[in-house]
């Protein structure tokens, strides 16, 4: 599975938009209607299903195909659509180039009238590259992104990003760019290899001068999959990202995922290899959330395994999901250029009932901040026959504050280490604060709830409580049975009441996690 999407380089910078040299691609598809709209680019993304995928991109030249991506990262949109036009959003657009060689087509729509964005090589600046005399003067773009005034108004700074595959990601204010979202993931961690569709075509709406939000559409292909997307985008303290599509499936595929969250988590807190980092944590996220329709919250603390690994949960209309990061302290992490305490949380809130399916998490091993190993993604129980529409939608939230996202109190850390006197015991610390959990006495009998499944074995537990912190802590020793991952729950009640949502985690035994 290749998810080697990096923002640690590109943060906050910018790069791409249009291809005039891709016209004669989409030549043969229908005229637009006279008022473009989601219904144009489904019926756009419904002929695509029946024709023969053929890609056909583009050469790109070797000069910008070999950059690395600090020096992709130098080159620079410097002349924005609408800038000067006195309109709340301008767009800056990358070129292809680095880890991003396909080219896509980007237009605009004006009073709901589809308009070109003519591409203009003059309207990048190269930095400090060596740049050749030959570059074609008809590259095309790779993807945009959106300024808007957000941290230092009237200026306009970037909040959300389109970049590669149907990849984008959005910051709200005093953010940094760190968890991805996707438009679809198809066959992630599968034997037979991840499929990535990708954002052939993209349609910004131009906003009025009173707008407090930005429109997208977009059209996605790839060789089992087409699909229509609108975005409604909304900058702020948190960034939200309204999603509506319709997909086709061309043939049927092992695994459809429906909004595909993309992060990274090397170590922290017991979790990961280190590998001679000296940084305390080095993560995008810390923790999946669930919420099921039954009213359960579940916390998944994220781990660097040292194999790939995949944990299915079963929900049933789920409330939402999540990729969280819990520790908002600079002394978590101690990076003074990475600064992971402002990297933003995701969570996912599907619009209307999603029925039965799993929500899936993936983990994959890395020594190293800049591979993106973590994925989650909703599993519809039921997958579309081919060429049949499936229409979903769902908000997406990058915010920073997790305060008042769950409703009970909950874990807000975790920390995991081995037990020396126990061949491969762990040693599990959970912490649990929030509502009326903080505001009990030391005195109140706290009762913990902690089960071991796959033979596992729980040695020892405690309760305390930090008065200081005014969270309460749990405190086991567990002995996971050889080459069998146990899956350890836990809760807290209080007078027989549950007092506490619940903490889950896939724990292997000591030596397995070297």
Known sequence: MNIYRRRHHLSLKPLSAVLLGLAALTATLPAY?????????EAKAKLLVDRTYNPKPLPIPAFLKDLTPDQYAEIQDVSPLWRGDHLPYEAQFYLPGSWFHRPVVIRSVVDGAVRPVPFTLEH?????????????SALGYAGFRLLAPLDNPPHHNEFISFLGATYFRAVGKGAIYGTSARGLGIDTAQPSGEIFPYFKEFWLVRPKPDATSMVVYALMDSSVATGAYRFTIQQGDSTTVHVEATIYLRKPVQVLELAPLTSMYWHGHGRGAIAGDWHPAQHD??????????????????????????????MDHPVGFGLIQQDRRFSAY??????????????VQPDGDWGKGQLRLVELPTNNRDMDNIVAFWVP??????????????????FLDNHGLIPLPHPVGT???DDPKVPGARKVVIDFGGGALSKL???APVQVHLEAADGAKILSQKLEWEKDGHFWRV?????????????VRCFLTLNHQVMSNTWTYLLHAAKEQM
Not at 337 to 346: I, L
């Open 334 to 347: 101690q990076g003074i250029e990475t600064q992971y305490q402002r990297r933003p949380s995701v969570w």
């Open 415 to 417: 920390y995991l280490g």
């Open 475 to 487: 405190i086991a020793v567990i002995q996971p049975q050889p080459g069998s991952p146990s899956n």
């Open 124 to 136: 990048f600046s190269f930095g400090k590259l060596n740049v050749p005399k030959n570059i074609p």
């Open 33 to 41: 209607a006279a008022e473009f709209g989601m219904a144009t680019v």
């Open 285 to 314: 996220s810390s923790d999946l959330v669930m919420a099921n329709g039954n009213g359960e919250w579940t916390t998944r603390p994220i781990n660097n395994p040292l194999y790939a690994q995949t944990t299915t949960y079963a």
């Open 441 to 443: 006495q030391e005195t």
């Open 381 to 398: 129980e039921h997958e579309p026959a081919p060429k049949t529409p499936l229409h979903f939608a769902y908000t997406l939230r990058f």
